[in-house]
């Protein structure tokens, strides 16, 4: 269960003082401990709170029989050593609130792009129970990705998740199927082109050898490397890649199969296929907008009888 508990939120959000918060607080998590449920109690926009508001929540959680405290980044405002010293200040507020021992959990949006980064901050500080999403699916630029904190913690930190990164890539195509929102090319981990290679230097290097452009074997999660050879092709590609397949060739001929490899590809028409892709986009794009505000007018319109008109100011 989750509440905010800053005066933006109280004032815009809530419509409620902080005294009404803390007693609904209370009462919400004693109903749920009488129903022998482990609650997790997460302060929303924790990082925009003053840090003796959020230890008087969290003291008003722990006291209703709350098992777990979370911080939520709602903002994606954390910088990974802001993370840090947040947590530490929790976690030497509560011991002198003599809460000891508590699980924290914590929930890192990614704004600005430093939800994984502000995650693994977070663990390093002590957090036990990061809260992820796969492939960072979430509100506006969504949350720390599943696939990005476990292969850091399993490859980075050498820690063990107890997650099958196997079924990672496809677990992310499933997901990505029901969002119905595509991922970008260059997602890390999961991304169509996070094992890809295009230019000349990286082909060339990676035929010799996997490892000398990526971090670590795809096989770990299920996936393959796949070399581009397109308009950035040069001759030495070609070469390594005859070499490999013991063709013997001129440097001519090498020269002559570089250019029409390039050659195919800058005269394929790009034209009607960015006119396919923004189509595509389009609808997609309206897929989760919902209705357009002139069809919230009209059944606005049609239920009430009266016309919106401009909005009041507040």
Same mark, same amino acid.
């Given at each position: 269960?989750?509440?905010?508990?800053?005066?933006?939120? #109280?004032?815009?959000?809530?419509?409620?003082?902080?005294?009404?918060?803390?007693?609904?607080?209370?009462?919400? =998590?004693?109903?749920?401990?009488?129903?022998?449920?482990?609650?997790?109690?997460?302060?929303?926009?924790?990082?925009?709170?003053?840090?003796?508001?959020?230890?008087?929540?969290?003291?008003?959680?722990?006291?209703? *029989?709350?098992? !777990?405290?979370?911080?939520? /980044?709602? =903002?994606?405002?954390?910088?990974?050593?802001?993370? !840090?010293?947040?947590?530490?200040?929790?976690?030497?507020?509560?011991?002198? #609130?003599?809460?000891?021992?508590?699980?924290?959990?914590?929930?890192?949006?990614?704004?600005?792009?430093?939800?994984?980064?502000?995650? #693994?901050?977070?663990?390093?500080?002590?957090?036990? %129970?990061?809260? $992820?999403? $796969?492939?960072? %699916?979430?509100?506006?630029?969504?949350?720390?990705?599943?696939?990005?904190? =476990?292969?850091?913690?399993?490859?980075?930190?050498?820690?063990?998740?107890?997650?099958?990164?196997?079924?990672?890539? !496809?677990?992310?195509?499933?997901?990505?199927?029901?969002?119905?929102?595509?991922?970008?090319?260059?997602?890390? $981990?999961?991304?169509? /082109?996070?094992?890809?290679?295009?230019? /000349?230097?990286?082909?060339?290097?990676?035929?010799?050898?996997?490892?000398?452009?990526?971090?670590?074997?795809?096989?770990?999660?299920?996936?393959?490397?796949?070399?581009?050879?397109?308009?950035?092709?040069?001759?030495?590609?070609?070469?390594?890649?005859?070499?490999?397949?013991?063709?013997?060739?001129?440097?001519?001929?090498?020269?002559?199969?570089?250019?029409?490899?390039?050659?195919?590809?800058?005269?394929?028409?790009?034209?009607?296929?960015?006119?396919?892709?923004?189509?595509?986009?389009?609808?997609?794009?309206?897929?989760?907008?919902?209705?357009?505000?002139?069809?919230?007018?009209?059944?606005?319109?049609?239920?009430? *009888?009266?016309?919106?008109?401009?909005?009041?100011?507040?």
């Amino acid at each position: 269960m989750s509440t905010a508990f800053n005066n933006l939120n #109280l004032q815009y959000v809530l419509n409620k003082n902080a005294e009404q918060i803390l007693e609904e607080t209370s009462q919400a =998590v004693e109903h749920a401990k009488e129903h022998n449920f482990k609650i997790t109690f997460m302060l929303e926009d924790a990082s925009r709170t003053p840090l003796e508001d959020i230890l008087k929540i969290y003291k008003t959680a722990f006291d209703a *029989g709350a098992n !777990r405290l979370a911080i939520e /980044d709602t =903002v994606g405002i954390l910088r990974p050593l802001s993370t !840090r010293y947040l947590i530490s200040k929790i976690k030497a507020g509560l011991q002198e #609130l003599k809460i000891e021992d508590m699980e924290l959990s914590i929930k890192c949006h990614n704004d600005f792009g430093l939800a994984t980064a502000n995650t #693994l901050a977070a663990i390093e500080e002590g957090v036990t %129970y990061p809260q $992820v999403c $796969v492939a960072g %699916y979430g509100e506006r630029t969504g949350l720390a990705p599943l696939e990005e904190v =476990v292969t850091t913690f399993e490859l980075l930190y050498n820690k063990n998740t107890g997650i099958d990164a196997h079924k990672l890539y !496809r677990l992310t195509q499933l997901v990505e199927k029901s969002f119905t929102w595509p991922l970008a090319f260059h997602k890390s $981990v999961v991304g169509d /082109d996070a094992f890809s290679h295009a230019s /000349d230097k990286q082909v060339n290097a990676m035929m010799k050898h996997p490892l000398t452009f990526e971090p670590f074997p795809p096989k770990m999660i299920d996936r393959q490397t796949t070399l581009y050879r397109g308009r950035h092709i040069g001759e030495t590609a070609v070469k390594t890649y005859l070499e490999l397949h013991g063709i013997n060739a001129t440097q001519e001929q090498i020269e002559t199969i570089a250019q029409r490899i390039r050659r195919s590809q800058e005269n394929l028409d790009k034209g009607t296929k960015m006119i396919e892709f923004y189509e595509i986009k389009k609808a997609l794009r309206q897929l989760r907008e919902g209705i357009s505000e002139e069809e919230l007018k009209r059944i606005v319109r049609q239920v009430t *009888g009266q016309r919106v008109k401009k909005k009041l100011r507040h």
